[in-house]
């Protein structure tokens, strides 16, 4: 079955939707039923359908196997309330399917949503108080200085402009070089770490722009700056306003469920506590005003899963965790106490269970996938693509919630240097050398590339290989005749294109074996006989 790769970018869950409904339709198995007396041709049970595309969505690297029979039951019902497939009456629009024997068939007309086109970008006019957002290579104003005087055409060519920006600025009044001190301000520096966020995080999810799932106006840069540089000891984000943070009651809760059974004795013990310390904890993340992820963040997150279709875990991580630098730092917060608790009861062995049906990884997967991830608009796949999400940030949470330290030395980096360069003569150090001109530390991305690509570079990279393989076993004089022909003849089996390369048939000399004679030639005797 073809399945058609959904790459990130705008109205991703859309595009899921009418993948996964064009598979369902093009490959579910439909024949004749007989049912109540009467015979239904064109339809499928709902027991069958259930089992089918639970089946599809396992395996498919945009849902993954964490995916539950519930859940498919749950997305057939989608299904019927958005007329994708109908009962063989013809009745659609609710949600009145269960898993068992009704037949249902698919509907003549196309159950595909429209994808809706991206709105037409606004121009600037002069009176608007919205700035526009450009990328690091647009805005120099945040690289170069205001004050700085153009340089004629014939300076700029016989003179070095950075010496004489610098002979400038030693030349004007006290006060004109205070003011010049002082023109780096928070808010550019506050500019600097926005900016490099989302450029690293626009090449790690090759697209064009960010614009399309993300809108900058909904990203605080004092957000990142405190994620990065306001931690404890064990990596978790710390708060200025304990108000924000989890109450005690809850906090005691997680943590007792996280050090199971290695808990306060002051607290009550009978059967069945742990259950209900368990509801507690959930009860209160879904009262939370919206998901950990946020409503503004939830396009941005939806595309991320699109990194995982093709196993690129590592590339996933790191875009994960620019994302999760982008929470408020009191979602952080919680979205790192909850990840670490669910990832030490899903490995907890002593953990009694606590539920009669499911384990411990999938409870904490589908219980708090709803307070992690959603949309502010009800989406069909929210349910399918939080448990996605969250499987993988409970797997890898250690690294994803940890701080980038690449990230965060090229923005430091980044700022001491246009201090230290704003700041001239006085930012020599103690042994005279200029700071300005010290080098940034620039770091770059590999470029995606596709599977064919991959292929190509892969078949090449092993050709490589075995032809200098080769060419040790013909050159190398510490191997003896012997064993050069014998590992020669190895290769020519297993690589015969390669050894036919490098020697050509005609500069071939086989030995031709050689034809040992017998040793004896014995003549057969008449057997001695009485008669003869």
């Known amino acids: 079955m073809n399945t058609h790769i959904v790459t990130p970018g705008p109205y991703r869950a859309t595009k899921l939707w009418n993948e996964v409904t064009r598979l369902f339709r093009s490959g579910m198995p439909i024949r004749k039923h007989r049912q109540n007396f009467r015979v239904h041709s064109a339809c499928f049970m709902a027991t069958a359908a259930v089992d089918w595309l639970h089946q599809l969505l396992c395996s498919n690297s945009n849902f993954g196997p964490d995916v539950t029979r519930q859940q498919t039951v749950q997305l057939l019902k989608k299904f019927l309330k958005n007329h994708v497939i109908e009962d063989v009456k013809g009745r659609w629009g609710s949600e009145d399917l269960e898993d068992n024997g009704s037949l249902y068939r698919f509907p003549s007309t196309s159950p595909l949503k429209p994808i809706p086109s991206p709105a037409p970008k606004q121009t600037s006019t002069p009176g608007s108080s919205l700035k526009r957002s450009l990328s690091l290579r647009d805005k120099e104003g945040l690289f170069r200085f205001r004050s700085t005087k153009k340089l004629s055409k014939e300076t700029q060519e016989n003179v070095d402009p950075a010496l004489q920006a610098k002979a400038e600025v030693e030349n004007q009044p006290i006060g004109e070089q205070q003011a010049h001190k002082q023109e780096f301000t928070e808010e550019e520096e506050h500019e600097i770490w926005k900016e490099i966020a989302l450029t690293h995080l626009q090449k790690i999810l090759g697209i064009a722009s960010l614009d399309e799932v993300l809108d ?37 809760a997680m943590k007792s469920l996280a050090n199971w059974p290695k808990y306060d004795s002051v607290q009550p013990s009978y059967p069945g506590f742990e259950r209900d310390v368990f509801k507690t904890v959930s009860d209160y993340f879904y009262s939370l005003a919206q998901p950990l992820l946020t409503f503004q963040l939830y396009e941005l997150f939806i595309n991320v899963l699109g990194l995982l ?33 669910m990832s030490r009861i899903s490995h907890n062995v002593d953990m009694p269970r606590l539920h009669h049906a499911i384990g411990a990884r999938t409870l904490m997967v589908h219980t708090f996938s709803g307070c992690v991830l959603g949309s502010a608009v009800e989406c069909e796949l929210d349910e399918l693509l939080a448990t996605r999400l969250v499987s993988f940030l409970m797997d890898h949470q250690h690294t994803i919630l940890s701080v980038p330290e690449y990230l965060l030395t090229a923005v430091t980096d980044h700022v001491q240097y246009l201090r230290s360069a704003q700041l001239g003569p006085a930012s020599r150090g103690a042994q005279g050398v200029d700071m300005a001109s010290a080098p940034m530390l620039l770091h770059a991305f590999c470029r995606q590339i596709s599977s064919v690509e991959f292929e190509e570079q892969r078949v090449a990279a092993s050709h490589k290989a075995m032809e ?18 014998k590992r020669l003849k190895q290769f020519r089996k297993q690589y015969p294109d390669i050894y036919s390369r490098r020697i050509p048939a005609s500069d071939r000399e086989e030995k031709k074996p050689k034809i040992k004679p017998p040793l004896l030639t014995i003549r057969k005797t008449k057997a001695f006989s009485i008669r003869n």
Request: proline share 5%.
């Open 468 to 485: 200098d393989l080769l060419e040790i076993l013909l050159t190398d004089r510490s191997i003896t005749d012997k064993d050069r022909q």
């Open 216 to 252: 900058r106006r909904n990203v605080n840069p004092q957000n990142i700056i405190h994620n990065m540089t306001k931690v404890n000891k064990h990596g978790v984000v710390t708060l200025d306003d304990k108000s924000n943070d989890l109450p005690h009651w809850v906090l005691s």
């Open 309 to 341: 279709q093709s196993n690129c875990e590592r590339v996933a991580i790191e875009a994960l965790q620019l994302c999760t630098l982008l929470l408020p730092p009191a979602s952080r917060r919680k979205l790192q106490l909850l990840m670490r608790m």
